[in-house]
């Protein structure tokens, strides 16, 4: 370990806590004030249409309104891949709860008064709520006009009701299959969507003075909410400033600009702030949820096991617009092709468009249901070559050398280590089988492969007179701990200070550079990354002054405690504020800038079509185990024992990364056994609150036995990787694969509600048929 890494590994607590468990914390929701405008958002009633007729003279005319926008005020189109998103509907309605106008008012209830008197009519239109609708033979295009869109990055396949289609073929597979010395294994799978239930809901006050709109936002990425607002509005993004306080929990819904640009507009149209926080009930029917998809395997494997082949289709829904599951449909690739060798494979991934609302991110994203298809499909090889599944996973993970799906070559044996933690904690852990009579009793163990979402970062450090420092960045604390605890503690090791004397700034674009935003586990990897660049920066000004104030090389000099000393000679030194007060007079004041952005790992050249990664620059990768008991008179599922093994890379903050790693779990429990989200026949989502919608509650949660494996290679700081996304990714996988060894039943669908379980359990077979993929 080096010194820098020894410095800053510590059980750090989080700055923040007291505030939050006091409720002293602001949130965006908490900001509004008195003097503000209430916004409402006036939706559709129906899931597909054409807009005849919208009136908002009424509306205008009641009292307390002072703004109404509609398309008009909007006309840009923003998007992934493709520009296709207008922020109102202009013309057609695609979707049920898309808004048609929105309105300011001096109270909520003048602003909900008003929206009501806003003369719609729609002509409605047959609505395709299914991919399968949407794309059977004849189907009408939800967006007529998509070859006119403009294409942001070139090189999908597009069409009809698929909005993107991303796909790998690497060697022959159709040659691989027509071995007679292969089994064929074909399987298809079945997800719904899950809703991130962020205690905040999404909410923003907006205001427009000096010729700039000024956003205060509950979101992960303000840099995305610059750009999106300012295309909605068709203005330069220079025009726009985005300040970010606490967010109330995001999980990815808050990846995404959704509510900003309307209070934007009717902060300029009004002349005044306005507050626009969405209701529970819009957050639960208008969610960019975690997508409901479809997936269909077919692999050709060797008695001993090898995967010569492999084929798979994957459908996403992407709702109404493009959204987060164009660029996600890369990452097929990358879960289906990366847990295991593969001689060669074939593997596509199309976005579909449905008259739902639109899906977007959520933490793990769509490797969540394509590492529970992948990890029961596995299960259902094991059964038909005769071979234990922990065995075969052991044997046939992917290690050093190991070529993945797009042709990317992985580094170090991390996954087989990690598998032999397991069965050794399995071992020690006999399945306890108390009531045999009553329950069914399962244990499986799964493996996971995720990525660390790095891309552009910057930072910049300001020391203070007193010794202390800012770090300037543009992330978002959004209840992980992060900006609170690895980024201090990574600033404070190369600046030889303690994290409590390394202030963190809020978001702000006007302050920060360019950044990505806050998920995909980024944060500790590319914002860390870069704020240790601006340390070395200030670090070297420092020593440059110190050398010439000690009469020393600045190689021979090591900052600790506050101190800039010789080594090897304590207290021949001065403290870090002599030096600074030193360097002012001479330099002005001590500064440093950081930047980081990916390496771009390389992959196969041709055979990666569509996608916006080729290569993932830090996989990482987890093995779950559990044991389950399942009720064989209601169907219910109980989680006995739930063990993980997680790469970490490198743990600076042990604490923090058990406090992720037990949320995930806990997530993930909901999405594999409660949470569902069913869409009526009017394209409504019939789940309104939490009254209807079932999340875990505290009886439902456990504690989780955590083993992390270190060393595994990065190019995170000081060997770091991410640990807030990929908890949940193997938990679905996990629990389906226990329940179906209790059972001893095909589970082809998740989640894995008391009904569903009991109808696996009644089935002569539970074999799931989805024709449309399968052809």
Not at 238 to 251: D, I
Not at 401 to 413: H, M, S, V, Y
Request: hydrophobic share 40%; net charge negative; proline share 5%.
């Amino acid at each position: 370990m080096t010194e820098e890494m020894h410095k800053a590994v510590m059980d750090y607590p989080r700055r923040d806590a007291t505030d939050k468990l006091r409720g002293r914390t602001k949130y965006t929701v908490d900001m509004a004030g008195q003097e503000v405008l209430h916004a409402v958002l006036v939706r559709s009633d129906v899931a597909a249409g054409r807009i005849e007729r919208l009136d908002t003279a009424a509306a205008r005319a009641m009292p307390g309104v002072r703004a109404i926008a509609t398309a008009a005020d909007a006309p840009g189109l923003h998007g992934l891949g493709i520009a296709d998103h207008p922020i109102f509907a202009r013309d057609v309605v695609r979707y049920h709860g898309e808004p048609l106008a929105a309105i300011a008012a001096d109270t909520l209830a003048q602003a909900q008064a008003a929206a009501k008197v806003i003369e719609v009519e729609i002509a409605p239109i047959a609505a395709l709520l299914t991919m399968a609708d949407a794309l059977a033979p004849g189907a009408r295009d939800i967006h007529a006009e998509w070859q006119d869109y403009e294409v942001l990055v070139p090189g999908a396949n597009r069409g009809g009701n698929v909005a993107w289609e991303a796909g790998v073929t690497r060697g022959d597979t159709a040659a691989e299959f027509a071995r007679d010395d292969v089994t064929i294994v074909e399987g298809c799978y079945r997800v719904g969507r899950q809703n991130h239930v962020s205690f905040e809901p999404r909410a923003v006050i907006a205001s427009y003075e000096d010729g700039r709109h000024h956003i205060v936002t509950s979101t992960q990425a303000p840099w995305t909410v610059r750009a999106v607002t300012a295309t909605a509005l068709g203005i330069p993004p220079s025009q726009v400033r985005v300040t970010v306080p606490p967010v109330g929990g995001g999980f990815g819904l808050k990846f995404d600009c959704s509510v900003e640009p309307y209070a934007a507009i009717l902060a300029q149209k009004s002349g005044q702030v306005v507050s626009l926080i969405l209701s529970r009930e819009e957050e639960m029917l208008t969610c960019l949820c975690r997508e409901n998809a479809e997936i269909h395997l077919r692999s050709a494997v060797t008695k001993d096991g090898e995967i010569v082949a492999r084929e798979g289709t994957v459908l996403m829904d992407c709702g109404a617009y493009g959204g987060e599951q164009v660029f996600l449909t890369t990452m097929t690739a990358h879960t289906l092709g990366g847990n295991y060798r593969l001689g060669t494979a074939r593997l596509m991934t199309k976005a579909v468009y449905t008259n739902t609302p639109p899906n977007g991110a959520f933490r793990a994203c769509n490797g969540v249901y394509n590492t529970f298809a992948l990890e029961r499909h596995t299960d259902e090889i094991c059964a038909a070559i005769g071979m234990d599944p922990l065995e075969f996973r052991k044997r046939h993970v992917v290690g050093d050398g190991a070529l993945g799906a797009t042709g990317q070559i992985f580094e170090g044996d991390v996954l087989r280590p990690m598998l032999e933690r397991m069965e050794a904690k399995n071992t020690e852990l006999p399945l306890d089988q108390a009531e045999p009579e009553r329950f069914a009793y399962g244990r499986a163990t799964t493996v996971g492969t995720w990525f660390i979402f790095v891309g552009p970062s910057a930072a910049t450090v300001n020391l203070n007179a007193d010794g202390s420092a800012t770090l300037v960045t543009a992330g978002v604390e959004i209840g992980s701990g992060t900006m609170m605890q690895s980024l201090p503690q990574m600033a404070a090791a190369e600046l030889g200070i303690h994290p409590d004397q390394v202030i963190v700034k809020a978001a702000d674009t006007d302050a920060s550079g360019r950044d990505l935003g806050v998920g995909g586990g980024r944060t500790t990897v590319s914002i860390g990354a870069a704020s240790a660049a601006a340390c070395a920066e200030v670090r070297s000004k420092l020593l440059d002054v110190a050398s010439e104030m000690l009469q020393t090389p600045a190689a021979k000099l090591v900052l600790a405690n506050g101190r800039i000393e010789i080594a090897g000679r304590p207290g021949t030194g001065t403290t870090i504020q002599t030096v600074i007060a030193e360097a002012e007079p001479r330099h002005g004041p001590v500064s440093g800038s950081g930047a980081f952005t990916a390496l771009g790992t390389p992959a196969m050249p041709g055979c990666a079509a569509g996608h916006f990664i080729d290569a993932i620059d830090i996989p990482v990768f987890a093995v779950h185990s559990c044991d389950v008991a399942v009720d064989r008179a209601t169907g219910h599922v109980h989680v006995l024992d739930y063990r993980v093994v997680q790469d970490v890379g490198r743990a600076i903050n042990p604490r923090a990364i058990i406090s992720q790693v037990q949320g995930g779990v806990v997530q993930g429990l909901g999405y594999a056994l409660h949470e569902e989200v069913t869409i009526g026949p009017e394209g409504r989502i019939d789940q309104n609150g939490f009254e209807t919608y079932k999340i875990p509650l505290s009886g439902d949660s456990l504690p989780i036995t955590l083993d992390m494996f270190e060393g595994a290679p990065s190019i995170g700081p000081l060997g770091t990787k991410g640990a807030g996304e990929v908890p949940i990714l193997n938990v679905g996988a996990t629990i389906a694969c226990a329940v179906a060894n209790a059972t001893g039943k095909q589970v082809n669908e998740l989640p894995l509600t008391p009904p569903r379980v009991l109808d696996i359990m009644d089935a002569q077979s539970a074999a799931l048929s989805l024709p449309h993929l399968e052809g």
